[in-house]
């Protein structure tokens, strides 16, 4: 029976958790992403400034540390609020909204990046054309620029999705309970850290595998429409 | 905030800001020495000889930096003959006599410093094979054509034409690895190495300042990053020279074609 010392179900319900923070932080960064992409294009030069700051500086270091600068200083702000509001009791931010925060954040800058990219590829004429029939430019957004950027968008989007699963991995360090923190209370009680950082391992791997299929599956179906020499 | 708490213990920084150099630095060029060989392998047509690298390259570009460092650092302990060598399967061995122990498990993976570097190490080699097969397939076929119609061995080849331009075109995408690198290096403070991470977190943990702690961590990658940048433009201005616009210096415009 295949039960890892006993420890099989803990580090599938880590698995699941990994598996929730990616997703999610996905939302969030994708939000953020097209947010920035908007505001990197835009015509006002004090939101092209905020947003260039964004990405430069989100790109510039490395997740770890805005981590730990976005969850402990995080905690702080919300505290130092908290208590200028007269709540005097101590506020614990949750570890999944923290993470997901923290890493939607981060890579909500390499997405705009990629929208920016994608934005730009789709020809203004068409832009112009659904301009032209009275779109409003929220509809124009809506039915000309996304379906046509998504494209455009997808392999780079797949390569930051790909990154940002493997960088689930290090919320273990600010104490979340994903599978590389089930892993390694695993390996403290049985004494078999291999066995069980390999099996981790083994899990990340599954994930980026089926996410590489399915990418490749979406970007063959989103280019149907483009001829092939 | 108060940044004077920093400027008093700016030292810690800048002992980290040695050590982070030397991860990323040391396990780049190690990565890169390693990558070259195996990436002209990974293009043959042998499948015996591709499968083995394929098998790495996936492995380590599907699974998280940090992972494989503990899987090096907490994980090789487990095992009785990576501490004490093959003697342990031999009858009436005792591992409390400490003067068993092989030289690689006493100077190498019990050091958190050389498990870092053995991990950065293969994994950017992962990601550089990666990198450069891709420029070697993707090599125009007429400058394979040339060198084959004046004669030239397939090592000849490979040394005076397929490498160098290969080599060159890979070098925009291994800048991004370098910069990958510096920022997977901040990993090596979890398993407690005193890079720029690290002396953050010693700020940290003493008064209780993530702001000031963090903040001044990260304008120390930011700075590294920038220069990073700035000279891999420098770098590629230069290989790139014969791809540069003409210019006319007597005319000082540039001339078109």
């Known amino acids: ?229 | 905030m108060d940044f004077s708490i920093i400027s008093e213990n700016l030292h810690y920084y800048f002992d980290g800001l040695l050590i982070t150099v030397q991860l990323t630095g040391i396990s780049l060029l190690l990565g890169l020495i390693f990558a070259i060989p195996l990436a002209v392998l990974r293009t043959s047509r042998n499948f015996i000889l591709t499968m083995p690298i394929r098998f790495f390259v996936y492995v380590f570009r599907g699974t998280p930096l940090i992972v494989q460092m503990f899987i090096i650092y907490y994980g090789l302990g487990q095992f009785d003959f990576v501490k004490f060598g093959f003697g342990v399967f031999q009858e009436g061995f005792n591992p409390d006599n400490i003067g068993n122990q092989t030289f690689l498990w006493k100077y190498f993976f019990s050091e958190a410093y050389f498990c870092a570097l053995f991990a950065f190490t293969l994994n950017t080699c992962a990601y550089t094979i990666e990198i450069i097969r891709g420029a070697i397939e993707s090599t125009p076929f007429g400058e394979v054509e040339a060198a084959k119609s004046v004669g030239m061995s397939r090592t000849m080849m490979l040394r005076r034409i397929i490498l160098p331009s290969s080599l060159r075109r890979a070098f925009p995408a291994y800048g991004n690895e370098v910069i990958f690198m510096l920022h997977g290096s901040a990993l090596a403070s979890v398993i407690t190495l005193m890079d720029i991470t690290g002396a953050a977190g010693i700020i940290n943990a003493r008064y209780y300042a993530p702001y000031e702690a963090y903040i001044t961590a990260g304008v120390f990658y930011l700075c590294i990053t920038f220069t990073i940048v700035w000279l891999f433009k420098k770098i590629e201005k230069r290989i790139y020279a014969h791809l540069a616009p003409y210019v006319d210096k007597t005319q000082k415009t540039a001339a078109v074609n």
């Open chain 1, 1 to 229: 029976m295949f039960t890892l010392y006993g420890y099989f179900d803990s580090i599938m319900e880590g698995t699941w958790v990994t598996l929730n923070l990616a997703l999610s932080s996905l939302g969030v960064a994708v939000l953020l992403g097209i947010l920035g992409a908007l505001g990197k294009l835009s015509n006002s030069r004090p939101l092209r400034s905020i947003t260039l700051a964004y990405t430069t500086i989100i790109r510039g270091i490395p997740d770890l540390v805005l981590m730990l600068l976005i969850f402990y200083g995080g905690q702080m702000l919300v505290n130092n609020l908290a208590f200028a509001l007269g709540y005097e009791e101590y506020v614990d931010i949750n570890p999944f909204i923290a993470g997901v925060g923290t890493i939607g954040f981060i890579f909500g800058a390499y997405m705009a990046e990629t929208f920016r990219g994608a934005i730009m590829a789709v020809s203004k004429g068409q832009l112009e054309a659904g301009a032209s029939f009275g779109m409003t430019r929220l509809q124009v957004f809506i039915r000309i620029l996304v379906p046509q950027m998504i494209r455009y968008a997808l392999p780079s989007f797949g390569n930051n999705w790909l990154v940002m699963i493997k960088a689930t991995a290090i919320v273990s360090v600010i104490g979340l309970d994903d599978m590389v923190r089930k892993a390694g209370i695993a390996a403290g009680a049985t004494r078999k850290p291999f066995t069980f950082y390999l099996f981790v391992a083994f899990n990340y791997l599954i994930f980026t595998t089926v996410s590489t299929y399915i990418l490749a599956w979406a970007e063959r179906r989103y280019s149907i429409g483009e001829r092939r020499a």
